[in-house]
């Protein structure tokens, strides 16, 4: 057996991270059949095949490029249906609605009546929410116009001069292509959707499994007082740190590529892989111009969290090469992990949520970096942050290599 398989095997034999394993593909599973909180095709448990393929039906409807035609036909097929007689309550509920809202919320008589959808009844809501998330969509390029016009004033108002000049053209022109120039279309996408919204749990799935398997590559040896004897053999102070880590990287990539087969494979099956021409900017939580569709997103949500996975590893283990105890090591690497999970204790301080998107699990997360959408200003041309995070978490996976490699041949 070389000296690698050697390191791997001992890396990957760890009873707690394969029952952390299949724990987590338990978890991932049933976050797949569960679904998010809020969301109308997901609150059954196991998701109900009927409810989804209804959902697939009404969307497959509306299927299409996201065009001024397209748009005027289904908001007249809307309205249609708020003024046919037969969607209406009776006059006695209208005018008992009336009256709720008038004395009970305080609003004036006319602008109750305004309100068509109040009269509607069980019929007519049913109908007329069929086209509330395609109408939202019509507004697609609107949005994309307002938003950029809106982060355009506030980089104009936040840096004066050249700066905010230079950042507030760049967001312009952005927003403005993806406006005019980016086709959005709509279909049916919750695979997409669901694929991206399991892996936020990744920090708690992958994340946990790597911590576990990561802490014991340098900690471990130091513990079984393995370490010397280790560094006096032929490869010990040359090649065997840097073996070490390429062995616990192999099991690292190897625990992601798992849980994300096995969250594709159970997401894909069950939702369906159609959509993936889709529109994914929502205006709520997804507001970047990247004129990207659900493939794309998804595709570039993936190959952020493998670098999340391996940048979370190469910290775990730089730790683990430093301290000799692994309960500090697990505490050290769990505070890495965790900590960005923690964002609701410093909501409010964009300095500290701007950092969380350069730690590895938020990266580990996918596409919750790209949701947003800031520049930064470097020698003179602005620069999505999401790039920058992405060029610093490579520069430190390579720095951290070579800085745990050093600190084991240093260690006695």
């Known amino acids: 057996m070389t000296l690698f398989g050697y390191e791997l095997k001992k890396t990957a034999r760890s009873w707690v991270a394969w029952a952390a394993l299949m724990a987590a593909m338990a978890l991932t599973v049933m976050t797949v059949l569960m679904g998010d909180p809020g969301t109308s095709y997901s609150r059954e448990f196991p998701a109900s095949a009927e409810k989804l393929r209804e959902i697939r039906e009404e969307r497959a409807y509306f299927a299409g490029p996201v065009t001024p035609e397209w748009t005027a036909r289904y908001r007249g097929e809307d309205e249609a249906i708020l003024a046919a007689p037969e969607y209406r309550v009776s006059d006695e509920e209208a005018e008992n609605i009336v009256r709720q809202y008038t004395e009970r919320y305080g609003y004036t008589e006319e602008a109750v009546r305004g309100m068509t959808v109040l009269f509607l009844n069980e019929a007519g809501l049913a109908a007329h929410m069929r086209y509330e998330d395609p109408l939202v969509a019509g507004s697609f390029y ?23 000049t230079r950042l507030a053209e760049s967001t312009r022109e952005s927003y403005s292509a993806l406006a005019t120039e980016y086709t959005a279309r709509y279909n049916y996408d919750l695979g997409y959707e669901k694929v991206r919204s399991v892996m936020n749990s990744y920090p708690y799935t992958v994340g946990t499994i790597i911590l576990i398997a990561m802490v014991p590559v340098f900690s471990g040896e130091y513990r079984r007082k393995t370490a010397s004897l280790l560094k006096s053999s032929r490869y010990g102070r ?5 073996i070490k880590l390429a062995s616990g990287l192999t099991v690292a990539v190897a625990v992601w590529t798992i849980v ?22 929502d205006w709520v939580t997804a507001v970047s111009p990247f004129p990207w569709d659900q493939l794309k997103i998804t595709a570039m949500s993936l190959g952020t969290s493998l670098l999340g996975a391996v940048y979370l590893a190469l910290a775990v283990m730089l730790v683990s090469s430093a301290v000799r105890s692994q309960l500090t090591g697990l505490a050290a690497g769990g505070a890495i992990l965790l900590f960005p999970m923690l964002d609701f204790v410093f909501d409010g301080v964009p300095e500290v949520s701007m950092l969380y998107d ?47 490699a050093g600190i084991y041949n240093a260690n006695n």
């Open 260 to 281: 994300t087969v096995v969250t594709l494979t159970a997401v894909f099956s069950i939702y369906g892989a159609t959509g993936g021409e889709a529109l994914w900017q």
């Open 238 to 242: 040359g090649r065997l740190g840097h």
């Open 142 to 164: 609107e949005n994309a116009e307002r938003y950029g016009e809106s982060m355009a004033e506030y980089y104009l108002r936040t840096y004066p001069g050249e700066k905010g």
């Open 358 to 404: 350069f730690l590895p699990s938020r990266l580990l997360m996918g596409d919750r970096i790209w949701r947003g959408f800031e520049l930064f200003y470097l020698f003179g041309h602005p620069v999505p942050y999401q790039y920058v995070a992405l060029s610093t978490a490579a520069v430190l996976c390579i720095a951290m290599w070579f800085l745990t």
